[in-house]
């Protein structure tokens, strides 16, 4: 099927620089103004600073401004930067995942205004967390198994060590929209981490919720999505097309 994908890929750039053309007669003749020199012996002679490295950093140490009257070229100088861009795939194969951005949130900071569930998003974080007794859980579990609930760890998909008892908030990996371009952060799962806590922390870690359960805008019908349809065990494209065609129809015949 026909598709665009995101990814990531190395974009090519060209930056255009001023290359001086140390070698060019006038060149000496512009540093003497300066009473700078290429030559190590007139340097010495004279006294004047020697230009060992033909470079703009090394005239930049002897105070020396480039400007247009210096002998040179310009360069095209080619360059790469990884960036998130769209291909257009004719043939593609596109894996169904189930799994959204969802999780559980513990009873103890489910705001008291909402209502079953809170939409929860920040910089690339989305999830629907769903009202639960997390601690609860936690605490049973290590009653069972004979930890002590106060220190006990367990470890998280990036490798953090984390106590039990100060875990809230439970979450799936597709809740991290930025566990997609990890190849822009650092090439590993670890290292993008640290780049998006590093983030969030200069944001002071400030999560928003944009939505809770509410009544249907649709009486007593609620409007299908896709999460619902792609859990149908069904791939009839008669019946899979009556169902689209309802909640198209009713979509547009809300507006």
């Known amino acids: 099927m026909a598709a665009e994908i995101v990814k990531v890929a190395n974009v090519p750039y060209e930056n255009d620089e001023f290359v001086l053309e140390?070698?060019?007669?006038?060149?000496?003749?512009?540093?003497?103004?300066h009473k700078c020199t290429l030559d190590k012996d007139k340097a010495a002679e004279?006294?004047?600073?020697?230009?060992?490295?033909?470079?703009?950093e090394e005239l930049k140490k002897n105070g020396i401004r480039i400007n247009g009257k210096y002998p040179g070229h310009h360069k095209s100088?080619?360059?790469?930067v990884k960036e998130c861009v769209v291909e257009e795939v004719e043939d593609a194969k596109i894996e169904n995942i189930?799994?959204?951005?969802?999780?559980?949130?513990?009873?103890?900071?489910?705001?008291k205004y909402a209502n079953g569930f809170v939409y929860c998003r920040s910089h690339f974080f989305k999830s629907c967390l769903f009202r639960g007794n997390v601690?609860?859980?936690f605490k049973d579990y290590c009653k069972e198994h004979e930890f002590d609930f106060e220190t006990y760890e367990v470890t998280d998909m990036f490798g953090n060590?984390?106590?039990?008892?100060?875990?809230k908030v439970v979450i799936t990996d597709k809740s991290l929209k930025w566990l997609k371009f990890t190849d822009m952060m650092g090439g590993t799962k670890q290292k993008a981490y640290r780049t998006y806590q590093k983030l969030m922390n200069e944001y002071e870690n400030v999560f928003a919720v944009v939505k809770t359960a509410h009544k249907s805008k649709w009486d007593n019908l609620q409007l299908s999505t896709y999460q619902m349809n792609n859990s149908l065990p069904c791939t009839d494209k008669k019946i899979l097309g009556e169902i689209v065609g309802q909640v198209i129809q009713?979509?547009?015949g809300r507006k």
């Open 46 to 56: 004279k006294g004047w600073s020697y230009i060992k490295e033909r470079t703009k």
């Open 250 to 252: 009713c979509q547009f």
């Open 161 to 167: 060590k984390k106590k039990v008892s100060d875990i």
């Open 77 to 80: 100088i080619p360059y790469t």
């Open 135 to 137: 601690q609860e859980y």
């Open 98 to 111: 189930l799994w959204d951005g969802m999780g559980l949130i513990d009873e103890s900071i489910f705001p």
């Open 22 to 33: 140390f070698d060019d007669p006038r060149m000496e003749t512009i540093l003497n103004n």
